[in-house]
C-alpha cells in the first residue's frame, strides 16, 4: 500500500544553521506517528516542509506517492497537498462563528453541503450545540474542538498537528488526545504530530520519533523505543533511568550493585554507561516475572499522588521516582527488583568523542544484556 507520507533525506538550513540533517521517515496510511524532541531539534521545520511552507534544500517528499516537493522542480502549493492542520494557537477567525470556521474552506472549494458537512464534524467533536458561538465565546478547549473540525471536514490525506495541545490544562489535554486519536482512527486518516510532551507522544502514536539537532535519532513503536533506545541521547530522552558506570571483565558486566550477564564485549571494549529503562526497577514484593536481582535505595521523600505514594529516592547517585503504595521517612532504605536482562550500556562518551563515533556508530554499539 502506497504511504500517506515519505519523507527521504530530508535537508534544510537557515542560513548557518542546518534544521534538518538527512531526515527520512515514513508514514501508513492509517497511522499516527508523532515526533518528540527539544526546541530547536527540527520537529516544527518538518512540518513546515511537508505543509509546504518550505522548500527542501536537498531530498523529496511525497504525499500520497505524489511528489510535492523535490529541489529542481516546482513544489506542489500547500492548498493542493490534501492536508488538514490543526495549531497550538487555534488559529480560528475571530470574526466567525464555530460553524462558518468550520465552513469556510468547505464553501471555497464550491461543496453545495459545506453547512451540513460543518454542522456534521461540530457535533462529532461535541460542540453541536456551540455552532452559533465567536471563538472569544468558546473556552481554549471549545476552541481547539473547533479548530480540530475545521481540519477533518474537508477530508484530508494527511493531518497536521503542531503542538496543538500544549496552551491546554492537564485534563482537557487527555480528553482532547483521547478524542484525536478516535477521530483520526474512524476516519482512516494519517496523522504526523509534533508535540514536546512524552505522555502525548507514547499515547498517541503508532510510531514514535525522537528528533536531536536535526537528525532524527530513532522511531519506533512507543514499546521498543522504551525497552531499547539506540543510543543514551534517546535513552536519557525517553527517561531511561541512569548512567551508572559499568565494567566488563571476567565474562559480565559489573554495574555498582553486582555482575551482570553480557554476551559481548567487543562493541564497547572495558568500559561502557549503563542505563535501565523504567520497567526494569520495581519496588520489591511483586510477582516480577523471570529473574531479579535485588538492590536498596535511599529514599529521600515521599510525595503522594492520585495513584498512590512516589518515593523519590537515590541508587548509587542516581535519582529516582518510583510509584508505590506505602509512605516511607526520608533517610529509610527501600528494596528494589532489578531485572538485569532489560539493561542498556553505551559506550562512554569520552571514548564515543575520541574515536570521532557517530549516531549511527552509537546505535550498533547498544549491548542488551539478555543473551
Avoid at 541521547?233 to 550493585?257: I, K, T
Wanted: include cysteine; glycine fraction near 10%; charge should be neutral.
Amino acid at each position: 500500500m502506497t504511504p500517506a507520507l515519505q519523507i527521504i533525506e530530508a535537508h534544510k538550513r537557515f542560513g548557518d544553521h542546518a534544521a534538518l540533517r538527512g531526515v527520512s521517515l515514513e508514514i501508513g496510511t492509517g497511522e499516527i506517528v508523532c515526533l518528540l524532541g527539544a526546541s530547536g531539534s527540527g520537529k516544527t521545520t518538518l512540518l513546515r516542509l511537508v505543509a509546504g511552507l518550505e522548500r527542501l534544500d536537498r531530498g523529496s517528499l511525497r504525499i500520497a506517492g505524489n511528489v510535492v516537493d523535490t529541489p529542481g522542480s516546482r513544489a506542489l502549493a500547500p492548498e493542493d497537498r490534501g492536508l488538514g492542520m490543526v495549531f497550538q494557537d487555534y488559529a480560528l477567525w475571530p470574526h466567525l462563528d464555530a460553524l462558518d470556521n468550520v465552513a469556510l474552506a468547505l464553501r471555497s472549494r464550491g461543496l453545495r453541503d459545506a453547512g451540513e458537512r460543518a454542522m456534521d464534524m461540530l457535533k462529532r467533536v461535541g460542540l453541536g450545540s456551540q455552532h452559533a458561538r465567536k471563538p472569544h465565546e468558546l473556552s481554549g478547549g471549545q476552541q481547539q474542538r473547533v479548530a480540530l473540525a475545521r481540519a477533518l471536514a474537508v477530508r484530508p490525506r494527511l493531518l497536521l498537528c503542531d503542538e496543538p495541545l500544549s496552551n491546554l490544562d492537564a485534563g482537557l489535554r487527555e480528553e482532547l488526545r483521547e478524542l484525536i486519536a478516535e477521530v483520526v482512527r474512524e476516519h482512516g486518516l494519517s496523522a504526523l504530530y509534533i508535540t514536546h510532551d512524552h505522555r502525548e507522544a507514547f499515547a498517541l502514536g503508532d510510531k514514535v520519533g525522537i528528533l536531536h539537532a536535526g537528525s532524527l535519532l530513532q522511531i519506533d513503536t512507543p514499546r521498543q523505543l522504551l525497552a531499547a533506545p539506540r543510543s543514551e541521547h534517546v535513552a536519557r530522552f525517553v527517561h531511561a533511568l541512569g548512567p551508572w558506570p559499568a565494567h566488563a571483565r571476567e565474562g559480565a558486566w559489573h554495574a555498582p550493585w553486582g555482575a551482570l550477564p553480557a554476551p559481548s564485549m567487543a562493541p564497547l571494549g572495558p568500559e561502557g554507561t549503563l542505563y535501565l529503562p523504567a520497567s526494569a526497577l520495581q519496588p520489591a514484593g511483586g510477582d516480577a516475572p523471570g529473574p531479579r536481582m535485588r538492590v536498596s535505595a535511599e529514599v529521600l521523600r515521599s510525595v503522594p499522588t492520585p495513584q498512590g505514594v512516589e518515593l523519590h529516592a537515590r541508587l548509587h547517585g542516581v535519582l529516582l521516582r518510583l510509584q508505590t503504595s506505602s509512605w516511607q521517612q526520608p533517610g529509610e532504605r527501600v528494596d528494589l527488583q532489578l531485572d538485569a536482562r532489560q539493561a542498556l550500556i553505551y559506550p562512554p562518551a569520552n571514548s564515543r568523542a575520541s574515536a570521532g563515533i557517530t549516531t549511527q556508530d552509537q546505535q550498533e554499539s547498544l549491548i542488551r544484556c539478555n543473551g
